[in-house]
């Protein structure tokens, strides 16, 4: 067996994060498996072994999603960055109030929700994409399922970008962040039932871990997940909604001519701009693919994007199309893994989309502005200058 291919590129560095195509393009023709030496990690690089690894917990542990030995000691017990049978226990409960039959009765408050968020944006002619819709709408969905109150709802979102930012390499974004994260992870350790709005998600948690359905002391963690894994992504998913169908009108017309479009909208969207650039595991064991051998130990790096532009499961991947319905995309990640959040993630996401296309026929907008992230890529602003209101 053979090694696999070595490469130079260096996966954090700032013109990567920010826009990793051209990156990805290359380490895609090198091969399905490539060694970065200034990360010492192994990136998965197309579709097909993405998938394969995604389903193989054995051979790739989510013990080490983190690119960094300090974060991944720190989610050492969540749902996240734990294996099947703990990780199976540990995301029942969490799914148990992610689940259809749960959202069901979520659906109709989100849909009102987004509507008059949207014809409100939409009768001032311009707003903020980012601030004003991508951020404020997740952001009090969350806070109202789950419960938060006070100073918590005041920093979900430095706390949720925060959280992020810290499964990077050991680098300066994530020891910026680690003090910030650490707010995050001490509030979630010692939050109590009663810190928590009665009959809220948050809540619910806490009354499984004292029907025994979860191990001891395990609420907060799972509640950390809500806020460290699932606030950033889907706000980073909202801005590239925006972001799309400003660029791509036509595709917006689509949508508004035929609504069942909708989730396969949202579908190309996830496809086109996943909201997480790499993700982390580790080999449990020698792993051969594609005739070369990923050593047992070494640090995986799973990049979503470049398995959603892969030209070989994709045809025209490149091409932002939302009669394509991608529901095989990556973004979600898939197998015992697959995002435990993704139901409220497309409620909301539907929602906007809906709106969006009953309310307006163009959106004029000006530069997006992004900043470099090590988990997360999103847009940090996008000045919507015109609505043209359908």
């Not at 540990?90 to 989100?110: D, F």
């Not at 163009?362 to 999103?378: C, D």
Request: proline content about 7%.
């Amino acid at each position: 067996m053979a090694t696999p291919p070595t490469s130079g590129i260096d996966l954090f560095a700032d013109e990567v994060v920010l826009d990793p195509y051209p990156a990805y393009a290359e380490l895609r023709e090198q091969g399905p498996v490539v060694h970065l030496r200034k990360n010492d990690v192994y990136a998965l690089t197309r579709y097909d072994v993405i998938r394969d690894a995604l389903a193989d917990w054995e051979s790739f542990s989510s013990t080490s999603i983190a690119f960094n030995p300090m974060a991944n000691e720190a989610l050492t017990g969540t749902s996240l960055a734990s294996d099947p049978p703990v990780h199976t226990q540990l995301r029942a409960t969490l799914t148990e109030n992610l689940s259809p039959r749960a959202l069901r009765g979520l659906k109709g408050g989100i849909e009102r929700k987004a509507d008059a968020l949207v014809a409100e944006l939409v009768a001032t002619g311009s707003f903020e994409a980012i601030d004003a819709l991508a951020r404020a709408f997740p952001l009090e969905v969350v806070a109202d399922l789950i419960g938060f109150t006070g100073h918590v709802r005041d920093n979900m979102l430095r706390w949720g970008q925060a959280a992020m930012q810290v499964l990077g390499p050991m680098n300066q974004r994530t020891a910026e962040n680690f003090p910030i994260a650490g707010e995050l992870y001490g509030w979630c350790s010692e939050v109590k039932a009663g810190d928590l709005v009665e009959g809220s998600v948050g809540r619910g948690i806490f009354e499984a871990e004292a029907r025994g359905a979860i191990p001891p002391d395990t609420a907060g963690h799972i509640i950390h997940q809500y806020l460290g894994a699932g606030v950033d992504t889907t706000i980073a998913a909202i801005g590239n909604i925006v972001a799309l169908f400003a660029e791509h009108p036509d595709q917006l017309a689509l949508v508004r001519a035929n609504p069942s479009l909708i989730p396969a909208a949202f579908n190309e969207v996830l496809r086109f701009w996943p909201p997480i650039n790499a993700w982390g595991r580790r080999a449990t064991k020698d792993v051969e693919i594609d005739g070369t051998v990923i050593p047992a130990g070494a640090q995986i790096a799973v990049l979503l994007g470049a398995g959603n532009r892969d030209p070989r499961h994709y045809e025209n991947p490149d091409a932002f199309l939302v009669e394509r319905n991608p529901v095989d995309h990556l973004a979600f990640g898939y197998g015992p893994h697959g995002c435990a959040g993704q139901g409220l993630a497309r409620l909301e996401a539907h929602a906007v989309i809906d709106a969006l296309s009953r309310r307006v026929e163009r959106l004029v907008v000006g530069p997006e502005v992004r900043v470099p992230s090590n988990t997360t890529r999103s847009i940090e602003e996008l000045p919507v200058l015109e609505v043209i209101p359908a």
